[in-house]
């Protein structure tokens, strides 16, 4: 525990049992497998049906809908529990805090009723396509299209870079359904992947971190999907949806940076108070205690800062300025943070059997994806005025 003192201030017993729950799971279910997971470049299928049988997936939809029947605090838990373990490629956050809370906010109620049980048993494996070869932060620009031909949708296009890509079989797929309207134009078209000849995945991508998690391109070729899947059931509201999503993603991204930043100086004390150098632990040095000074005040500053952002989130209070100030802080500080951590570790700190090494390479992919830290600035910027 690096913060002891600290309370929570939406923590309650409930969740602190969850926690618990949850550490224990992704401790003892999917840390031995991990190694394995991290060589073949993605999870088993079936870590996903075990985490939907422990109640894991979908913690925040209510259980009318197969859901634990939490809200976003539970899904945080779960996630905060999940990193904590060293459980990085395993796409929960994509699963149950972005894929469920657009099917269960916009979904009609057949949408939801068809679609949400399933997510939280882990028979259907969640991913979100806006990213295309092409664009990425400019998301009004996506050249796939999802045209209308009698009762259903015929979508052509490709994406990239999609987190659950290669598991996945319901995807939301972001794709201009009247091209002719530019961002007004775009909607978001849920195609389910099992048996539909027009769907086909591409590679696996190679990254530099986060190797436990399948990062894949998907080809859409005259992929025909019913009417009944436009998310919402009108179209054009594609562009609307994904911004009001897109604060609590950016939190989630945020509080992940946090556990990282926590994780990293827990793990830097117990090597340094191990080590020795000129006849005394590293950790004496007085640079050393300075340095993980800096780093444990700017953690604390950091966790209080995500836990009020969760607060207002809960409040409806969250807007889209004070989401990015926290994707963009956090995850600058969880980078620098893990490089001092790592640099204390000495040549060890660049071994992959020390967990700081995977950290390292893990953390940087968290200022690129969910909006860059440069859009993130942007955001921030149009608040001044
Ligand atoms: C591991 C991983 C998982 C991912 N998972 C998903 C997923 O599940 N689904 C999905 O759809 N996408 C996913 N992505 C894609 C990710 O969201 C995009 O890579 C990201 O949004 C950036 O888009 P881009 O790569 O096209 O970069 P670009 O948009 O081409 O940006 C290139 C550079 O230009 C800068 N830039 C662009 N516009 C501006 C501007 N207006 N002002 C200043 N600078 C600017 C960017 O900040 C960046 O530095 C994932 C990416 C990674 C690496």
């Known amino acids: 525990m690096l913060f002891p003192e600290y309370q929570c201030p939406w923590q309650d017993d409930e969740l602190r049992i969850l926690r618990d729950a949850a550490a224990r799971f992704f401790t003892q279910e999917f840390k031995p497998l991990n190694e394995r997971w991290i060589a073949q470049g993605k999870v088993d299928r079936d870590a996903w049906t075990k985490a939907g049988a422990a109640g894991f997936l979908c913690a925040g939809i209510p259980a009318e809908y197969g859901g634990a029947g939490g809200d976003y605090r539970h899904e945080t838990v779960v996630m905060e529990e999940m990193h904590r373990a ?74 990239t870079y999609i987190t659950n890509g290669q598991h996945a079989n319901l995807v939301i797929v972001v794709a201009k359904t009247d091209p002719a309207k530019g961002g007004k134009g775009i909607s978001l078209v849920v195609v389910e992947t099992d048996d539909n000849p027009g769907f086909k995945r591409g590679r696996n991508l190679r990254k530099l971190g986060m190797k436990a998690a399948d990062t894949s391109e998907l080809f859409f070729e005259d992929c025909r999907t019913p009417v009944d899947n436009l998310l919402g059931g009108e179209e054009g509201r594609g562009f609307v949806q994904l911004m009001q999503q897109l604060p609590a993603e950016r939190l989630n991204i945020a509080q992940a940076a946090v556990v990282a930043m926590e994780r990293a100086i827990e793990i830097t004390l117990d090597f340094v108070k ?104 942007e955001l921030i910027g149009r608040s001044l005025g």
């Open 274 to 377: 191990e080590r020795k150098a000129f006849g005394q632990r590293v950790l004496d040095f007085q640079n050393t205690r300075f340095r993980l000074a800096e780093c444990k005040s700017e953690a604390l500053i950091a966790r209080t800062f995500v836990d009020q952002c969760v607060q207002w989130l809960l409040e409806g209070r969250l807007d889209a300025a004070t989401a990015s100030m926290a994707k963009y802080w956090c995850t600058e500080k969880q980078c620098e943070i893990i490089d001092t951590c790592l640099q204390l570790h000495g040549g060890a700190g660049y071994m992959d059997e020390y967990e700081i090494s995977r950290m390292y390479a893990d953390a940087r992919v968290q200022k690129i994806y969910g909006g860059t830290n440069e859009i993130m600035k």
């Open 86 to 159: 060293g459980i990085g490629g395993f796409g929960y956050q994509v699963h149950s805090t972005i894929v469920a809370p657009y099917i269960y906010h916009y979904g009609t109620e057949a949408q939801r009723r068809r679609w949400l049980p399933g997510l939280a048993t882990g028979e259907l494996v969640g991913a979100i396509a806006m990213t295309e070869p092409n664009t990425g932060s400019d998301l009004q620009a996506v050249r796939t299209t999802a045209l209308r031909e009698g009762d259903q949708y015929v979508v052509n296009g490709a994406k």
